[in-house]
C-alpha cells in the first residue's frame, strides 16, 4: 500500500512544517490516525508503518477491532455513553470526549473499583454548534475543578473538533481560545490535574491547530482517504 505510507509522510512533513512555524518541535506533537471505517488489513500495515496511536469515535468498532492489531495505543475520540463505560474503561489509552459530569464520575466509578486511574480529556463545543458535544468553554474551569475531585481520573488536557471549514483559517479563533482556557485552568493549579494535552486538528485544519499550540492531532482521511 504505497499510498499509505506517502500520506503518512506527507502528514508528517507538514506537521513538522507547522511545529516549526509555532516554535517547536514536531516531536511534541502526537499524531492519532482515526481509523474509522479503515478495514483492519489497513490499519495493520499503518501500524507497521510507524502509527502507534490509533483513534476511533465508537465503542463498538473499537472493541471490534482492537483483538486484531498489535503494538497500538488506542483512543476514543467521540462521544460516550455511560452504559458503554464499562466495556471500554480498561482498554484504551486516553479518552478525549468526556463532555458531562455524569460521565466522569461513572468513569471514576470504574476507575476507583479497578483500581487504576483513566485519563481523560475535557471536550469542549469551542463554537457553540448545536450538533456537537462538548463543554462551553465558560463552563470549563469549574467543571474541572469539581471533576478534579474524582481520585480515578487523570485529567490531561482539553479536546475539541472545529466546525467544518473550507478555509481552515476560519477556525483559527476556536484553537486559540482552547489553547488560552488550557493556559486559565493550568493557573487554577488544581490537585491532579496535568493540562499537558491540546487534542485538536482533523485532516482539514490541523496546520492551523499546530500553529496554535495543538500537540495531539486526529488525522484520518489525509492518512487512508476519504470514508465512503
Ligand atoms: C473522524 C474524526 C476525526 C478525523 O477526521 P478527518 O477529517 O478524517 O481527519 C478527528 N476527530 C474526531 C472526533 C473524529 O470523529
Redesign the pocket.
Known sequence: MVYLAENIARVRERMAAAARRSGRSVDEVTL?A?T?TVAVEVIKEAVALGLEDL?E?RVQELLAKQPYIEGARWHL??HLQRNKVRQVWDKVELI??VDSLALARELDKRAVSGGRRIKVLIEVNVAGEASKFGLAPEAVPSFIKEASGFTGLNIMGL?T?APLTEDPEEVRPVFRRLAALRREVEALHLPGVDMRYLSMG???D?EVAIEEGSNLV???????GA?T
Do not use: P
Open positions: 492519532v482515526v474509522k483513534g469515535n475520540i467521540g478525549h470526549s479536546m473538533v482533523m485532516s482539514n490541523f486526529r488525522i484520518g482521511t489525509a492518512i487512508f470514508r
